[in-house]
């Protein structure tokens, strides 16, 4: 049973400090995304790969996040220094872009940032 | 502009009886996708249904159906026959056909949480 992987699943963490979340996708899945989930604003999208190359990340605050894929099997999410508005719940989620619809969520890491 | 509408942030429905959910979306893109997702409260994300903007027919998977109406632009999740576990967030999201026909992202809406009453 195949699934997306996040870790951590919960971190606290002091303003100022750096955070980094990671997502290993499903194995073949060429398509990655972070989403972020807040009480305000709900589900909205931070960075979009496909093939590990950055296609979309206009919903990302350029200034302290940051989104990559070192390789296929790995996406990093980083907030550098971490604010209390960015206390959310971060999902990642990937698909195979050529052949099917379909988004598979992982669990999300619920982020806290006092 | 809002993409997604789901103007009933919440709704009561009695346990075996059906419910719809609505949902409407905006968008000028011929081609879309339009899929409703299930967050119970442990937090997880399930995908439940997908309908493509030129599926003839409305899709369903079990318990579930989309009632699409293309013309009216509306999306509404049916659920028949609730049970309890049906107690959850609702999200209806719209992937838009972008970047040369490639699978783009999904706008959510805001989400309809279900409560259904033994």
């Known amino acids: 049973d195949a699934r997306v992987t996040q870790t951590p699943r919960h971190k606290v963490t002091e303003m100022g400090q750096e955070v980094t979340m990671r997502c290993q996708p499903i194995?073949?899945?060429?398509?990655v995304f972070w989403y972020r989930q807040t009480m305000m604003q709900g589900l909205e999208l931070l960075a979009y790969?496909?093939?590990?190359?950055?296609?979309?990340d206009s919903g990302m605050p350029k200034d302290r996040f940051s989104a990559e894929m070192p390789d296929a099997t790995l996406a990093t999410l980083k907030i550098q220094p971490s604010e209390p508005r960015d206390s959310a719940v971060y999902f990642c989620a990937s698909g195979d872009g050529d052949s099917s619809y379909e988004q598979y969520f992982g669990p999300g890491t619920r982020l806290t940032v006092t | 502009a809002q993409k997604i509408t789901q103007t009933q942030p919440g709704m009561f429905v009695q346990e075996k009886e059906a419910v719809t959910l609505d949902c409407t979306y905006d968008t000028s893109d011929p081609s879309y996708g339009l899929f409703w997702y299930k967050q119970p409260s442990s937090g997880e994300m399930i995908f439940l249904i997908y309908?493509?903007?030129?599926?003839?027919q409305n899709a369903t998977e079990g318990r579930y159906s989309l009632n699409f109406q293309k013309a009216r632009k509306s999306a509404n999740l049916v659920i028949s026959a609730s049970q309890l576990g049906d107690s959850a967030m609702y999200f209806c999201a719209m992937r838009e056909v972008n970047y040369g026909g490639s699978q783009g992202n999904l706008i959510f809406g805001k989400g309809t949480k279900l409560s259904v009453k033994p």
């Open positions: 194995l073949g899945h060429n398509t």
């Open positions: 309908q493509g903007s030129y599926d003839q």
């Open positions: 790969f496909r093939n590990r190359a950055p296609l979309d």
